[in-house]
C-alpha cells in the first residue's frame, strides 16, 4: 500500500478537518496559534523540564562530528513512511467485514440479520476497537520517533537539542494526548454514531418500515457503513497526527544535510 507521507503542518490538522465536517467540532481557523495552545497546556515545572533538556542536548552532542549524513536522513525519513504505511493497511484491513471475519486481535464489530436492533446498537464494542487499534498506532509511533532521536543525538549540537526536547515533550504531553485521543475522540466518534443511529430509525419511521434489520446496517448505504468508513477516516488521521513530530524529526535532519 503506497501513499505519500503527510506533511508537519501544526496549523492544520486532517482529524481536526474531519470532525469538522462532521460537525462533531468547529473549524479550527479562530484558534489561537498552537504554541500559544501548548503554552497553555504547560506548568512552571513543565517549562523547567524542557529547559534542562535544551541544556542536556547541548551537552550530549560532541564537540565535532561531520556534517549530517544525507543517508541517514532519507532512511529516518522512510522509516516514518514505511510505519505509517503498516499502520494505515492495518486499519484498511480492520474496517473491512472481510478482514474483520478473517480472525486477528483486532476485530470490526459486526451485526447480523436476526439480532435485537437494541442490542446490536451499541457503541462500546466500536469504542473498544479503536482502543485497541490506537494501541498498535501508539507502539509503532513511539518505536520510529525514539529510533530518529536516538539517530539525531550523535550529529551535531543543533539536533541533539532537538531530540531532547522532543524526548521531554513527549513525556510532558503524554497525559494530555491520551486525554484527547483516547478519550475525548471515541466520544466524538460516539456522538457521531448516535447522530447516524438516530437518522436511520426516524427514516424507519417515515418509511412506515415493517421492522428494522441489523444485518442491513453494514450493507452500502446503511448507516452503519457510513460510519465504519468515517471512523476509518479518522484512524487514518490519527496515524497522521500521531507521526508529526516523528515526521517533523525526519524532516529536520533533511534540511540540516541540504545546509551542509
Not at 465536517?21 to 479550527?28: G, P, Q, Y
Not at 564537540?63 to 529516518?76: D, E, L
Not at 530518529?148 to 494530555?176: F, H, K, T
Not at 452500502?220 to 496515524?239: H, K, N, T
Request: charged share 20%; glycine share 8%.
Amino acid at each position: 500500500m503506497t501513499q505519500a507521507s503527510p506533511s508537519t503542518d501544526f496549523n492544520s490538522s486532517g482529524l481536526i478537518r474531519l470532525l469538522a465536517r462532521l460537525s462533531l467540532v468547529e473549524a479550527s481557523g479562530s484558534r489561537p496559534f498552537p504554541a500559544e495552545r501548548l503554552g497553555q497546556w504547560l506548568n512552571v515545572a513543565d517549562a523547567i523540564t524542557l529547559h534542562a533538556a535544551q541544556s542536556a542536548g547541548t551537552e550530549m552532542a560532541p564537540a565535532a562530528q561531520p556534517g549530517p549524513q544525507p543517508g541517514s536522513a532519507a532512511a529516518a525519513a522512510g522509516e516514518v513512511a514505511r510505519v505509517r504505511a503498516a499502520l494505515l493497511d492495518l486499519i484498511t484491513a480492520r474496517c473491512s467485514p472481510a478482514g474483520s471475519v478473517s480472525g486477528g486481535r483486532i476485530r470490526l464489530p459486526l451485526t447480523k440479520s436476526g439480532m435485537d436492533p437494541e442490542t446490536a446498537a451499541v457503541y462500546g464494542p466500536y469504542r473498544r476497537f479503536h482502543l485497541a487499534l490506537q494501541s498498535d498506532m501508539e507502539a509503532g509511533v513511539r518505536t520510529v520517533r525514539g529510533s530518529i532521536r536516538r539517530a539525531l543525538a550523535p550529529v551535531s549540537a543543533g539536533l541533539a537539542r532537538l531530540a531532547a526536547l522532543d524526548e521531554a515533550l513527549e513525556r510532558i504531553l503524554a497525559v494530555r494526548e491520551r486525554e484527547l485521543l483516547a478519550t475525548t475522540l471515541p466520544a466524538l466518534l460516539e456522538k457521531r454514531f448516535e447522530q447516524l443511529l438516530a437518522a436511520h430509525r426516524q427514516a424507519l419511521i417515515d418509511s412506515s418500515a415493517p421492522a428494522d434489520d441489523p444485518g442491513l446496517w453494514m450493507q452500502p448505504g446503511g448507516w452503519l457503513a457510513v460510519f465504519r468508513d468515517e471512523l476509518q477516516a479518522a484512524l487514518i488521521a490519527e496515524v497522521d497526527l500521531r507521526l508529526q513530530p516523528a515526521l517533523g524529526l525526519a524532516e529536520a535532519w533533511q534540511n540540516a544535510v541540504g545546509r551542509n
